[in-house]
């Protein structure tokens, strides 16, 4: 019986181990220089209210772009992202559709999102705001991003990232998208989701 | 029906049919001629689209914001038309030289993105062929054709352009209850270049911008052949020529009307 306790005690103490020394771990390191967005590893989100009785997600899956970071002077940072329209996922293609067509986006016409930068000011070395132009719809508006930094290091394949996460609150109607607001409410929560591998 | 569909309902049969009865009457006990006919479509389609799409700034941005501008021009156009009577090669050449302004006009934020001649041209042929069609027909066939647009893009376009195909038949449906048993009202030259203008417009944004299904959409052409039977078979008896071309132009748009409706069945989630 002592034997097992012991064996017990010892086999959780190994694996107790392994599971902390593998586990997983937010990278802290300098998070400076220009990077190249990764899109297997980056999206734009959104949530819409549906019929004042819940808040739909959507999502765009291919984004490029690139983003700088220097840590001494936040304020000469850049941020450039460019969404096609296309890559609009909702889960029903009926409904990616009405999305992309003359109901709303307007695909065809105009078929990517962008965003730059115009300023970029951190609060500390985690959290700030990042202000820019979207240009939605083919109508270009200022919007301000809250910031979160995630984190910052070295990649298994010796490359090296890092990661932001970014969220505001947009009105479809300042872009022009006027259809149906009754039902489908104004107000877009986006957020951005972007991982980028240093140059 | 919630409130959503009461509000659509309204926007896209109420207000558009109550502002067409009210122009026709208005124009039957003021004047009765044309083209009160051309005036209540233009007037009962605008009031929908404005309920629905909003009004936009010259020049729109998107290409449904230029139809209002196109029902206006051929409107003022073809209300001369009506008034002094233009030569046949002259109607013609105007519908010819109004079809291709609105082909170009709707498709022009494509061009730049490679949108085929060959695409432009049959865009054409398409627009100035209803135009001709629709100055021979206005009896149910165009009600009908413009219903079966309504279902076709709804279902496999875009829930936007199969509103205001909605109003258009709203309005179309109107004007046909108040011309039965007898045409009180006649379309004349504008009335129907304004039905023309509006089809044209929302058929075409259908298929450029929203992907609505091509076949259906083309099914509906064969609604106005039933009333040319009609009118070669009974020449002379005014109510079996109505009966029977309306009876018969529902065939293909309720061909075309399954057909979409399948289509939009089998969308998987």
Redesign the interface.
């Known amino acids: 019986m002592k034997k097992a306790l012991l064996s017990l005690a010892a086999a959780l103490a190994f694996y107790g181990g392994l599971a902390n020394g593998d586990g997983y771990k937010v990278q802290k390191d300098n998070p400076s220089g220009t990077f190249q967005i990764d899109p297997v590893h980056s999206v734009v989100q959104f949530w819409i209210g549906h ?1 004042g009785v819940s808040e739909f997600p959507g999502r765009f899956d291919a984004i490029s772009g690139s983003f700088t970071f220097d840590a001494a002077h936040p304020s000469s940072d850049k941020v450039l992202v460019e969404v096609p329209m296309e890559s609009l996922d909702t ?4 409904r990616n ?2 999305l992309l ?3 709303f986006f ?1 695909a ?2 105009f ?1 990517k999102m962008t965003f730059t930068s115009t300023s970029v000011k951190m609060k500390n070395a985690d959290e700030g705001e990042l202000s820019g132009n979207l240009t939605l719809h ?2 270009t508006k200022p919007v301000t991003f809250s910031l979160r930094h995630v984190g910052a290091g070295p990649d298994p394949w010796g490359g090296y990232r890092s990661g932001y996460v970014a969220e505001t609150v947009i009105h479809r109607s300042d872009f ?1 998208m ?3 607001l ?2 489908i409410a104004d107000a877009v929560k986006v957020q951005l989701n972007i991982e980028g591998k240093r140059q | 029906m919630g409130p959503l569909l009461l509000s659509m309902a309204r926007e896209t049969v109420l207000w558009p049919l109550s502002a067409t009865l009210a122009v026709m009457i208005a124009g039957f006990f003021l004047r009765g001629k044309a083209p009160v006919s051309a005036f209540a479509t233009g007037i009962g389609f605008l009031v929908g689209y404005t309920l629905i799409y909003g009004i936009h700034a010259f020049p729109p941005p998107e290409a449904q914001g230029w139809i209002p501008f196109l029902i206006l021009l051929n409107f003022l156009v073809f209300y001369f038309d009506d008034r002094i009577g233009f030569p046949g090669t002259i109607r013609l050449a105007l519908q010819g030289l109004f079809s291709a302004a609105g082909v170009i006009l709707i498709s022009f934020p494509l061009v730049k993105t490679g949108f085929s001649p060959v695409t432009l041209l049959m865009a054409f042929a398409l627009w100035f062929g209803l135009w001709i069609i629709i100055e021979r027909q206005d009896g149910p066939a165009l009600f009908l054709a413009a219903a079966g647009n309504a279902i076709v893009s709804a279902a496999t376009g875009s829930t936007l352009l199969g509103q205001l195909g909605g109003v258009l038949a709203a309005v179309l449906g109107t004007q046909l209850l108040f011309n039965i048993p007898r045409t009180r009202v006649p379309p004349g030259h504008a009335g129907a270049a304004v039905s023309a203008t509006i089809m044209g417009s929302l058929m075409l944004i259908g298929h450029v911008y929203a992907g609505t299904a091509l076949f259906p959409s083309l099914l509906l052409f064969a609604a106005f052949i039933g009333p040319f039977a009609a009118r070669r078979l009974f020449p002379d008896r005014e109510i079996t020529q109505f009966a029977l071309g309306a009876l018969l132009a529902l065939i293909p748009v309720a061909i075309a009307s399954i057909v979409a409706i399948k289509s939009y069945l089998s969308q998987e989630y």
């Open positions: 019929l889960n029903f293609d009926k559709k009405d067509g003359p109901d307007n065809r016409q078929p083919g109508v022009g006027n259809y149906m009754n039902g």
